[in-house]
Every structure is written in C-alpha cells, then in structure tokens.
C-alpha cells in the first residue's frame, strides 16, 4: 500500500521535527523543508530513515522566495508520486516594537507566517485535490489577541488564520484546511524570564506548560482523522486563550 506524503515546513527542529517524527510514525513518507538548519536536519533525516528507509526528502529554500515555492511540491510529488498533506510549521517570531520595526521585518515575518503559506497551498492544491488531501497551518493565540511589541507578527498570524479559513471554502469539498494555534507548549529559542513564565502559566486554566507533542498531535488528528473538520483553529493552549 502506497504512504501517504506529507510536505512540512521548517522541519528541522523544535516544533516542525516533533511533527515530522509523529506524521512518520503514523505512517507517512516526508517531504523535509528546513532553510539554514543543515545540523538537525541531517540528525532527523538520519533517525527516521533507520525506522524506514526511503521514506524521506529533505527540501531546502528560503520561504521568502515565491518562485522557489513551487517547487518544493513539485520536487515532493516527483520523489513520492503523490501529496496528502501540507504542514506550514515554518515561522519567524521576534518582537517589532512601534517606533523601531522596518519593512525588511515585515517582510520577513510575513513571508513565513502568511506569504509562504499561501503561495505553497496555491502549488500543492493541484495534487491535495487528487489525493483528498488537507492542509494544516500552523497559527497562533496572539493571531486573535495582540502581543504587546509584536504587532507585526500578529498581524501576520491573523493574516495566517484569514488563510485558512478563505482556503477551507476555496479547495473545499476535495481539500480541508485547517489550523492549529499553540499556547505555551515551547519557550522561545533565545530564553524567556522566569517570571515571564510563571506569569504566563498562571494565567492559563490547566496552570501548566504543554509541549511540542501537544501541537504534533494535533496537527495528526487534523490530518488523519478529522474528516469532517475544515476553516477551525485548533487552540492547543492549555485554556490560555481564556484569559487573553
């Protein structure tokens, strides 16, 4: 029997390679996009392949590149023959406070949060269609409720979740689009403030962290499972979102 394909974006780490690793183990062949990430990418690929050989393709490109886009689908369907499914994971995240944020910001915090996304999805609509395939996006909390200093970046996440809920009617009834918006299940690469987290947990209805498995999980049951789910946002927060 033929795997499903699935096609993830900044796989290589943190959240995308905890997804990766749960799509594998539910039986998917991956398509790997990482853009300056060779070390653990290379780590990934090399612990999946021994469950399974031959079951991955690692991609690399700038999401900011449109005319690179398509040819992450194409390269994913010339090596599988097919495309299930479309994980946006890749994501910029930095603050941008008013006074101090520059285009070269807004362009990149956009290319990966909105602009990649879309022009991925208009390439990989063709082949989901055939497949009955769906996309996941990969949103955020602070997409519906603004994060002091980062007014880009949430408008970037608002504009990601207006996609999928404009694609969920577009590539509908062949393609279900859908997003997950995590809460705290990963503290910032860089390093976060003690009280920063205890304040944030604190105002979170479960008073703890989640983790990466929370959100892989999710974008799982997206994928396989939720077959009559399409144009919903998935908050996998903990109930933090309650108190925003």
Excluded at 47 to 67: F, Q, W, Y
Aim: net charge neutral; glycine share 8%; charged share 20%.
């Amino acid at each position: 029997m033929t795997a499903p394909v699935a096609l993830i974006t900044g796989a290589a780490k943190r959240v995308g390679a905890c997804i990766a690793r749960r799509l594998h183990a539910a039986g998917y062949d991956l398509a790997l996009h990482h853009r300056a990430s060779a070390a653990d990418m290379h780590a990934l690929v090399a612990a999946l392949e021994a469950a399974r050989p031959g079951s991955t393709l690692v991609l690399s490109c700038e999401l900011a590149d449109d005319n690179a886009l398509p040819g992450l689908v194409a390269d994913t369907v010339a090596r599988f023959g097919r495309l299930d499914a479309l994980v946006n994971n890749a994501s910029a995240f930095y603050p941008t406070p008013v006074g101090s944020a520059t285009g070269a910001q807004w362009d990149e915090l956009f290319a990966s949060n909105a602009r990649g996304p879309f022009f991925l999805a208009q390439a990989a609509a063709p082949h989901l269609r055939a497949t009955g395939g769906a996309i996941v996006n990969l949103g955020d909390i602070y997409g519906e409720r603004p994060l002091k200093n980062h007014t880009i970046y949430c408008m970037a996440k608002a504009a990601n979740l207006m996609l999928t809920q404009s694609l969920a009617k577009e590539l509908g009834p062949e393609v279900r689009v859908n997003a997950v918006a995590p809460g705290a299940v990963m503290w910032p690469a860089e390093g976060k403030p003690e009280h920063e987290k205890a304040a944030m947990l604190a105002s979170t209805a479960l008073k703890r962290a989640g983790d990466a498995e929370d959100v892989a999980e999710a974008v799982r049951w997206l994928l396989q499972d939720a077959r009559y789910t399409t144009g919903q946002v998935i908050r996998v927060d903990g109930g933090r979102s309650l108190n925003l």
